[in-house]
């Protein structure tokens, strides 16, 4: 019984585990990279816009901004009015979360679709400690959940709910569409305000030029980081011999005797990776590459934990 269910948590997730994850939040702290404190909020945006949310509307004062003018209520009320602005205190956080069919595998530790889930859980609660919202696009080849930004616990909830839900954890997609995660950028450039901080985690399968560009748009105006998640099997075939490999219904045999092949499967790995690493290094991207052997908690510790 005990095996089944370390078996279970390594390849699936449920609502209970990924709440558990909320006693963690405090450890961590996600900072833009050139916050500095502002007098009326937690932040202060470096990126473009104002940095504002409209708060009310008033008479017209001598002095006021007329780009300011509430044209609406002076419409209805005959009399000039300006629209007034506070600061944001909160910063909008969104999670780009990848079910599609290649995270649904693992030869070590969890199914990449796990530790994608448990990474975008724990930076879920961990911002909802900040009093920052919460937003995101949860996708697979068939289906995608675009969530529009909401505070606090209710917010997380909502977003762990729909990741559990996902039809991909019952039956992960058996084509191959190559344009899904182009699609999926796509979507999260319509619903980020510039100024937000997007976390996309992802094996980048098919990564090609269109969805390249997506990237390096949503990075112009929004704080981008990477987790590029991978197993082992991935990076480099096992030595020469036959092996068995099963997703639990089929079964297939693998042979690794051939060398030109073990290289070409290894360059292919490799040229994956570089292309992440110039992607992040020529639009100041952060890139965190992970495994599936890896502790998800010790991963963001490692980049973001809250020092004394």
């Known amino acids: 019984m005990q095996q089944n269910s370390k078996y279970n948590e390594a390849v699936s997730i449920s609502a209970s585990s990924l709440v558990h994850l909320k006693k963690y939040s405090s450890l961590l702290a996600f900072k833009l990279g050139h916050i500095m404190a502002s007098k009326s909020g937690d ?12 708060d009310e ?13 509430d044209w609406r209520v002076t419409a209805r009320t005959g009399k000039t009015h300006t629209k007034l602005f506070r600061e944001e205190r909160e910063r909008p956080i969104y999670l780009w979360v990848d079910l599609r069919a290649s995270m649904f595998f693992a030869t070590r530790g969890m199914f990449k679709s796990v530790m994608a889930s448990k990474l975008a859980s724990l930076v879920a609660w961990s911002a909802e400690h900040h009093g920052d919202r919460i937003g995101g696009v949860i996708f697979s080849e068939t289906l995608h959940y675009e969530l529009r930004p ?28 190559k344009m ?12 980020a305000r510039p100024g937000s901080m997007i976390f996309l985690m992802s094996d980048f399968r098919y990564l090609n030029e269109k969805s390249e560009k997506q990237l390096i748009r949503l990075s112009k105006h929004n704080d981008i980081t990477l987790f590029y998640i991978s197993d082992p099997f991935e990076q480099a075939l096992p030595p020469a011999g036959q092996y068995r490999v099963s997703d639990g219904e089929k079964e297939i045999a693998i042979e690794t005797y051939n060398k030109d092949k073990i290289e070409r499967y290894r360059n292919k790995y490799i040229e994956h990776s570089e292309r992440l690493v110039r992607i992040s290094k020529m639009n100041n991207v952060n890139l965190i590459s992970c495994a599936t052997y890896d502790d998800p908690l010790e991963v963001l510790k490692s980049h973001f934990l809250v020092r004394s």
Do not use: C
């Open 150 to 177: 909401h505070r606090g616990k209710t917010g997380v909830l909502r977003f762990i709910k729909k990741l559990v839900d996902h039809p991909a954890w019952q039956d992960p997609y058996s084509g191959d569409d």
């Open 43 to 54: 932040y202060q945006s470096p990126f473009k816009g104002r940095g504002m949310e409209f």
């Open 57 to 69: 509307s008033r008479l017209y004062q001598p002095g006021d901004d007329i780009r300011n003018i």
């Open 180 to 191: 899904a995660i182009s699609k999926a950028l796509i979507r999260m450039r319509r619903i």
